[in-house]
């Protein structure tokens, strides 16, 4: 079945500090979503990119659409304590059947004050 | 605007129960996805209906079931309530279309012990 590799794992960075994660497949998808989950909460959509090669910014957050279309990637630029939490990459096949999305297992980000 | 909402919050089962789980799409989304999130693991794709039709089904045993009514609510149920059936259950609601954004519902956190 498909899969998505996410990494890193985990991230320890201080506030005001950039972070970086992506996301890679074995499979094509035509698109890919980026969200955030607290804990107890259900994840929040931050980015969606729809085209390969597609740059998105949402803030201090930026995200790509890799031009194979098997990967992508979250950056987040001067971080912030409430920038703490999990951050999961989805694809989406969206070709018409079913739309479901594909996560990885998450970042859990960390920022020290 | 409301955004998906879900009932109950919490539950507790023992092990053969049966559960119903319960969900309300944002006003005009039409497709409901449900999905299971086992702890420290990204939601795992279980069902997603589209106008009362089951237009997707992911690798879950027939113990898993699920609806959508005219108000496009929807219902997933459980039966024969296993350990391993302790996670969170998402349901994600979006409009209609090919890479429709999917957006979360807080979750329902299910027990079963």
Redesign the interface.
């Given at each position: 079945?498909q899969q998505?590799n996410?990494s890193p794992q985990s991230m320890f960075i201080q506030e005001g500090e950039d972070v970086s994660m992506n996301c890679t497949s074995s499979s094509i998808f035509?698109?890919w979503?980026w969200?955030k989950q607290d804990p107890?909460?259900?994840?929040?959509?931050l980015i969606?990119l729809?085209k390969a090669g597609e740059l998105t910014s949402n803030g201090r957050l930026t995200a790509q659409f890799g031009i194979t279309r098997k990967d992508s990637f979250l950056n987040i630029s001067a971080s912030i304590p409430s920038d703490v939490g999990i951050y999961?990459c989805?694809g989406?096949l969206?070709?018409?059947?079913?739309?479901?999305?594909?996560?990885?297992?998450?970042t859990k980000l960390t920022v020290n004050p | 605007d409301a955004g998906?909402t879900q009932s109950p919050t919490h539950l507790i089962k023992t092990r053969g129960q049966h559960v119903t789980l319960r969900c309300s799409p944002i006003s005009g989304h039409k497709?409901v996805?449900w999905?299971q999130q086992v702890l420290?693991?990204?939601?795992?794709?279980i069902f997603?209906y589209y106008e009362k039709e089951e237009?997707?089904?992911?690798?879950f045993p027939d113990r898993f079931s699920a609806r959508q009514f005219p108000n496009y609510s929807s219902e997933l149920n459980v039966n024969a309530l296993l350990l391993g059936d302790s996670a969170l259950y998402?349901c994600?609601s979006?409009l209609v279309g090919?890479?429709?954004?999917?957006?979360?519902?807080?979750?329902t956190?299910l027990t079963v012990t």
């Open positions: 079945g998505l996410q035509n698109t979503l969200y107890g909460e259900g994840p929040v959509l969606a729809y999961f989805a989406q969206g070709q018409g059947g079913s739309e479901k999305l594909v996560f990885g297992k998450g | 998906v497709s996805s999905y420290g693991q990204g939601p795992q794709f997603q237009r997707g089904r992911g690798n998402l994600a979006s090919t890479g429709a954004m999917e957006y979360f519902g807080p979750g956190r």
